[in-house]
Each structure stands twice: as structure tokens, then as C-alpha cells.
């Protein structure tokens, strides 16, 4: 135990070391600096789970054990009430749920929720997939995340304009992927007592492109402009996540212990434009972006029942950056909430998360699921600056053994 201690502390040191000589990303800084993060709600029975949230979970997988993930896919979309009060995009958003998928649909259904993201920071609609593989004790996954910002608009100098409006906001397209694996073992097995340990890396790219303006974006999407010529920027990371996990009551009770993203620091430049920037192909202006890692503690009880069964839970994320924000409220770092499972297929889940309600139904079965899920999280700087809300479809496709 004392060299584990040893060992993270080493760890964490090199991490902080790495980090004091990166570059400020400027006017982009909160926007584009984050880790990259799949899941809104991780399903703890994905491979997902296991690369990103914790993988000290694979430790109670059994050793011939195998799950594949088909493609797993998530679409959130932002302001979603605000933007309802626009006939045209009540009317495409109706047309889309019934498969008319057609170009003008979706121009006007995105231009909507650009036209409802308001002024200032925000988010307008984001996108992850991936696909995975867990073979007993390890998982291995890769996973996209694509997703369009809100912030305000720049000007020539690249500081940050006065605006009430959307129309004066720019808008920054971003894509994150990575490619991972994950292990988890199990170091202690009694009556009263499991320890489950794991760990997680991954080769994760980040690319994104200066930003755009609304009627910019209006012609990307309606292809009268293509991406040719918009500036971009990318850049790799190699970060790894540390996960344990203590079980109580023959695995009912559990409290789990993470760090994230350590070793997190993206090593960028600058591109003529996006596709450059995914093959790094003439990079100019290179600079060291990081993006912060995370210590995280939860706790969940499982009654075990047969029929329906609830599971509580709560967990604090980014300890270490609520201890550092010294006018930061407790409400944005914690979720807490009941799931329940009924029969094994249907999924209920009301949770309190980093302050703002949220409400989700769905339906798993042999590794597939399907979820529905709409709240509200905060795009300000601080607690209660700017709510919105957001409406997320997500499915998965799957094969257990």
C-alpha cells in the first residue's frame, strides 16, 4: 500500500510538472480545454464505463467472459425549449423523430438551436459514438465525440466582443477521439470485504477550428461552403486514468475512488484547416494545451431485489478543482439520484446532477439499450449564470457472453 501511495504521488507530481509549462488557450480557454468525456451518463454495464469511468469494474468480470460494443451512439441537443417556440423548428424536429431525414430538416432544425443558445458560452448540439470489445479482465475501445460551441465572437485582435445576441456569438466545432484500453483486477476477496483495482490509457486527438459565425455555419451545413479554408487547430495526448473500488454486503454497498485524466496535456498547433489538422499535416505555432485531471469518489447501494430494483448513488466529480475554487458552489460537483430496473429491461433514473435536475427512461437487453433522458446543466462561468436545458437520445448495440 505504502508504495501505491508512493507511486501516485510520483505520478501526479510528473503530471503538475508537464502542466506548468503549458500555453493559456486565450479567448478559447473553457471552451475547448476539457478531457474527453463519452458518456453524460456512464451505463456501468458498457465497455465505455470501463475506459472511461472506472476500470476497476472489469475486475468482477468473469475470465471467459466477452462483450462487444456495436456502434454506441449519443445525440445531444441544447435549448431545446427555447428553440420549440420557432414553428419551423417544432416542425423539423417533428419530421426528424419520424425519420425524414432529409438536408433541409436538419439545416433548419441546427440553425434553430443556434438561434436559441443566446449570447455568451453555451453549447448547441454534440454527438459520441464508439465501439468496444471487453475480453475478461481488459476492455479496448475507440470513441468520437463531435460537438458544435457557443462563445462570443471574437474580434480581429482575438478578444472577446461585447454581444446579446447569438448572431454576434462564435461558434467552435470540435472533434475529440481516442483509441483505449483498459484492465481491472481484483486484490482482496473476503466475507465482508472486495478490493478491485484498474487502470486506463489511451491515445486521445483533439481538433477544432477557429470560430465560425451563424451565417457561416447556415452555409457549412447547407453546403454552399465547405471546410476548406476555415483555420483549425489539433493535437495528441496520452492520458490514463486510476480506479478502485470497495465492496460491502456482497457487493450491494460499494464506494468508488477515481483519477482521471492524469498525464492529460495535448501537444497542438495550428492547421490551414480541419482536415490538415486530423492527419497533422503542416502544423505551424505548436503549443502545449492541458486539460485537468480529476480525483472522484462515489458511493452506491444496490437492494438487490428481483423484480424492480433501485440503486442509490452519489458521487463528487473534480474534488481536487472544488477544493481550488474558492467561490465555487458543492451543487456543481455532485450527482446524486435512484435507478431502477424493472424486470431486468426497463431503466427509470431521476437524479440531482451538478445542480440541475434530470430525468431519464429507457430499455436494455443483452448488451443493447436504448435511453431517453432531459435536463439541465449550467454553460456559465459559475453556479446559476446560464442554465440550459438539453434533450439526449442515446443506443446502444451490443453482444454479451
Known amino acids: 500500500m505504502k508504495k501505491t501511495i508512493v507511486l501516485l504521488i510520483a505520478m501526479l507530481s510528473v503530471s503538475a510538472l508537464f502542466a506548468s509549462g503549458v500555453t493559456d488557450e486565450g479567448a478559447y480557454k473553457g471552451v475547448t480545454d476539457y478531457a474527453m468525456t463519452p458518456y ?66 436538419w439545416v433548419t432544425y441546427l440553425i434553430g438551436l443556434v438561434a436559441a443558445s443566446g449570447s455568451g ?10 465501439f468496444g470489445a471487453q475480453v475478461g479482465h481488459w476492455a479496448f475501445g475507440l470513441n468520437i465525440d463531435m460537438a458544435v460551441h457557443s462563445m462570443p465572437g471574437l474580434d ?11 448572431i454576434g456569438n462564435g461558434y467552435v466545432p470540435e472533434l475529440d477521439y481516442a483509441l483505449g484500453a483498459a484492465y ?8 465482508k470485504l472486495t478490493i478491485d483495482v484498474g487502470a486506463a490509457a489511451r491515445v486521445a486527438m483533439k481538433v477544432y477550428m477557429l470560430q465560425i459565425n451563424a451565417s457561416e455555419i447556415s452555409k457549412l451545413i447547407s453546403g454552399s461552403r465547405d471546410f476548406e479554408n476555415l483555420p483549425a487547430r489539433g493535437g495528441i495526448a496520452v492520458p490514463f486514468d486510476l480506479g478502485t473500488t470497495f465492496g ?15 498525464n492529460g496535456i495535448y501537444y497542438m498547433a495550428t492547421y490551414r484547416n480541419s482536415r490538415d489538422a ?10 502545449s494545451l492541458y486539460t485537468p485531471w480529476s480525483l472522484n469518489g462515489g458511493v452506491s447501494y444496490s437492494f438487490g ?31 446524486a439520484g ?49 442554465p440550459i436545458d438539453r434533450l439526449t437520445f442515446r443506443m446502444k448495440l451490443g453482444y454479451e457472453k
Open 156 to 166: 480581429a485582435g482575438g478578444n472577446v466582443k461585447d454581444s446579446t445576441s447569438p
Open 278 to 287: 486530423v492527419s497533422f499535416k503542416d502544423g505551424t505555432d505548436r503549443y
Open 40 to 105: 453524460t451518463v456512464e451505463p456501468e454495464d458498457g465497455v465505455d464505463y470501463s475506459l472511461y469511468g472506472n476500470a476497476a469494474s472489469l475486475a468482477t468480470a468473469r475470465a471467459d467472459s466477452l462483450k462487444i460494443q456495436f456502434p454506441y451512439f449519443e445525440s445531444g441537443s441544447y435549448n431545446v425549449a427555447t428553440a420549440l417556440r420557432d414553428k419551423g423548428f417544432a416542425e423539423a424536429m417533428s419530421k426528424l423523430t419520424k425519420f425524414q431525414w432529409g438536408r433541409n430538416n
Open 338 to 386: 435512484i435507478k431502477v430496473k424493472v424486470f431486468d429491461v426497463v431503466n427509470l433514473r431521476a437524479s440531482y446532477r451538478y445542480g440541475y435536475p434530470e430525468f431519464a427512461i429507457g430499455a436494455s437487453y443483452y448488451g443493447n439499450m436504448l435511453e431517453l433522458s432531459y435536463g439541465f446543466q449550467e454553460a456559465g462561468s459559475s453556479y446559476g449564470e446560464k
Open 305 to 335: 431485489f428481483d423484480r424492480v430494483d433501485p440503486t442509490l448513488y452519489a458521487k463528487v466529480s473534480g474534488i481536487n478543482c472544488y477544493l481550488d475554487d474558492e467561490n465555487g458552489d458543492a451543487l456543481q460537483y455532485i450527482d
Open 184 to 191: 481491472g483486477r481484483r486484490v482482496l476477496d473476503t466475507d
Open 248 to 262: 460491502f454486503l456482497n457487493g450491494k454497498l460499494r464506494f468508488d475512488v477515481t483519477l482521471t485524466n492524469l
Open 121 to 130: 458560452y453555451g453549447q448547441v448540439v454534440g454527438v459520441d459514438t464508439g
